[in-house]
């Protein structure tokens, strides 16, 4: 790899967002089951992460905005295409494929967290709980019906299952994205023969 010359790429906020995010997303992704307090703790954190990445992909440095990443479809194509060549292009941002990814990882992790808060919320927890006072009237009027308390087992009605059903989809469909996302990483470091993790960690690139 060529250190000769290093120019600053990647922000000091969007590495920290970015190292956050992936302490963040592992700790909700593995506290799920037995340790809910800190799941949702996590999920927050990445929840906050993710709304201050959106801001900042407007008002941001120059290599943090959405569009110095944001290609056209075609250009994506193109650079996909171009990988197998000799000499495929170089980018000191994200590149084509790089951007749409992480498009999609923001849109997943929100759909991800959105749809926690609502499980969250039907558990009767957090910002979600009483969505439509009406409705949480009638549906404690008919509580009995379909939510029981057994020998402090907590017995999960319909729309708690299906909240949950999407929230799992999403957190791992993310996972899937994550490790693309990784791989991407690795392939695009070697084909172009520097160290994409290292350029995360000092925001330095080779120009
Ligand atoms: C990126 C962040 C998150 C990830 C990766 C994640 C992942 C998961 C996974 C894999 C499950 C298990 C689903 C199942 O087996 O049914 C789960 C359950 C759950 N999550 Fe999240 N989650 C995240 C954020 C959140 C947020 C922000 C909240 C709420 C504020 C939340 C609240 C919950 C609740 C209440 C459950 C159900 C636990 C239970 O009753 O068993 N999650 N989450
Ligand atoms: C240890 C595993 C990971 C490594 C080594 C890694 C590495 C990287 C690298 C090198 C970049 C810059 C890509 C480029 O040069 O164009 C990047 C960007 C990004 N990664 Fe990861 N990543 C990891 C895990 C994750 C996870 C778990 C998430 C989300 C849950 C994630 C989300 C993102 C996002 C959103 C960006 C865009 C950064 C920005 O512009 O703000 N990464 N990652």
Redesign the pocket.
């Known amino acids: 790899m060529n250190d000769k010359n290093p120019v600053p790429v990647w922000d000091i906020l969007v590495r920290i967002f970015h190292w956050s995010l992936v302490v963040a997303?592992t700790v909700?992704?593995l506290t799920?089951?037995e340790l809910?307090d800190l799941?949702?703790i996590?999920?927050?954190v990445?929840?906050g992460l993710i709304s201050f990445r959106v801001v900042w992909g407007f008002i941001g440095s120059k290599y943090a905005r959405f569009s110095n990443f944001i290609y056209s479809f075609s250009e994506i194509k193109a650079y996909l295409l171009n990988l197998t060549s000799d000499r495929p292009k170089h980018y000191l941002g994200h590149n084509p494929a790089g951007g749409i990814m992480v498009i999609a990882l923001l849109l997943s992790?929100f759909a991800?967290?959105i749809s926690?808060?609502k499980?969250?919320g039907v558990?009767g927890h957090?910002p979600l709980a009483n969505n439509g006072a009406v409705v949480s009237i009638i549906s404690k009027a008919f509580a009995d019906d379909d939510q029981h308390e057994h020998e402090g087992k907590h017995e999960k009605n319909k729309e708690e299952e299906f909240w949950?059903?999407i929230?799992?989809f999403f957190?791992?469909f993310?996972l899937l994205l994550v490790l693309i996302h990784i791989a991407g990483v690795v392939v695009s470091s070697r084909l172009h023969a520097e160290n994409l993790v290292k350029a995360m960690i000092t925001g330095k690139k080779n120009a």
């Open positions: 997303f909700a992704y799920e089951d809910e799941h949702v996590a999920g927050y990445v929840l992790l991800t967290t926690g808060l499980v969250y558990e957090g949950e059903d929230h799992e957190a791992n993310t």
